[in-house]
């Protein structure tokens, strides 16, 4: 049984839970984490190996499609309209994660991070993004 088989789809999708706490940066009027374009473009720069330049613009133009789904059904997400402009809820993020980076790629990037930082999402994100608090 190899490395990779030793982490569950739970495990997988609780780290990146944490991971997108850990870049989005801005919140909604209840406290709720938001994730904005800036973070998720550092978020896919991190995410990425070797060049993510198409991946960047690919993440761009889901960026702006998923957060003008979100602002047109803000209620659904249970978000203000004014909130749903401010960034991405974690439902959108999703969407946008697995409309960049197809599931069985995402599965794959995410269990090499899993296991490279060992399960941290913090740990990934120090190292890789550094500070995203310090201007």
Partial sequence: KSEADDVTH???????????????????????????????????????KGDAAAVLAQADECYAEEIERQENLHYSFDLSKKDARRGLCYKEFCIVFNKVLPRKASDDLCRQHFHKFHGSAALMRETLSGNLRVA
């Fill in 10 to 48: 739970e495990e997988l999708d609780s780290f990146l839970v944490e991971v997108f706490l850990e870049y989005a940066l801005v919140w909604d009027s209840n406290g709720r984490p938001l994730i904005n374009n800036p973070c998720l473009r550092k978020f896919f720069q991190a995410f990425m």
